[in-house]
């Protein structure tokens, strides 16, 4: 027994975050949008909804404790505002949504004083952004006649990507991609990342989609580009803001936005791949 924990010590050390806790809470996560795309959609639509409220609230609070002036309360109006509206209204209605919300969080700042104004309503407008706008996306692709579909097929360019970089760069990285952002990131974590999500992408867009296995691919590899950038994007947040992780809310991976981070960059990049396919594909 002492063997087997010295073991997993040793992967949690090298993998930077406890595995089995990180699996359950991934596999609990993936079990409840499947749960709520295939039995009611409107539960997913409300599911994605808390969940970036959450990441907000990390990101809200994570500003705060760096000198940066924001206001959750109405930031969150904002962000239920921009899902409700693409939820009901499609495109149009997320914009709408974003330009009224942006609209009232500047007026909001200018109350305040010009004092801090441009930091204070500029880091407003990014939280309002990320998360909440490009989470709009997801609910885009999930309102849509072939949603369930797309939100699987969003799923695995999301999980393959994220598992299968994560493992090769666990067993065989040996060569830091950005050291400066996030050390624990490889090349070879990359390129396994890259094979596999292609594959899986290829296999969804062939028997989901009935699309051919290259249009697969192709998505698969701009997903893969969009995913890694997510999550170099938030890398980037938190050694800004010298943060860890966002949150401790989920076991193994830190806060909701540590686990959202690179589904937020490819749905919006996923959805356009769509709407370009219906209307040349």
């Not at 309360?73 to 921009?82: H, R």
Request: with cysteine; proline share 4%.
């Amino acid at each position: 027994m002492s063997d087997l924990n010295a073991i997993n010590e040793a992967l949690n050390k090298r993998a930077g975050r406890r595995l089995i806790p990180s699996i359950l809470v991934g596999l609990f996560l993936v079990g409840i949008v499947f749960a709520t795309m295939a039995l009611a959609r409107p539960l997913f639509a409300i599911f994605v909804t808390g969940a970036v409220l959450l990441a907000l609230r990390e990101l809200s609070a994570a500003l705060i404790a760096h000198g940066t002036r924001v206001r959750f309360p109405l930031l969150a109006i904002g962000t239920i505002g921009l899902q409700a509206g693409a939820w009901f209204g499609g495109l149009p209605g997320l914009a709408i949504s974003l330009v009224v919300s942006t609209i009232a969080i500047l007026v909001r700042e200018l109350l305040a004083g010009t004092t801090g104004f441009v930091r204070n309503a500029s880091a407003s407008a990014f939280a309002l952004f990320y998360p909440g706008f490009v989470a709009g996306f997801i609910l885009l692709l999930a309102r849509s006649g072939d949603g369930y579909a797309y939100i699987v097929t969003l799923l695995f360019i999301v999980g393959m990507n994220d598992t299968f970089a994560y493992l090769t760069g666990l067993l065989i990285g040996r060569h830091p991609m950005a050291p400066k952002i996030s050390p624990k990131k490889t090349w070879e974590g990359l390129i396994g990342g890259f094979v596999a999500t292609i594959l899986a992408t290829a296999l969804t867009f062939h028997y989901l989609l009935e699309r051919e296995y290259l249009l697969g691919a192709l998505a698969g590899a701009l997903g893969v580009l969009a995913a890694t950038a997510g999550d170099l994007i938030e890398s980037a947040i938190k050694r800004d803001l010298s943060l860890k992780d966002m949150g401790t809310l989920l076991p193994g991976h830190g806060g909701m936005l540590d686990r959202l981070d690179s589904a937020l960059i490819t749905a919006p990049i996923f959805w356009c791949v769509i709407e370009l396919l219906k209307r040349f594909g």
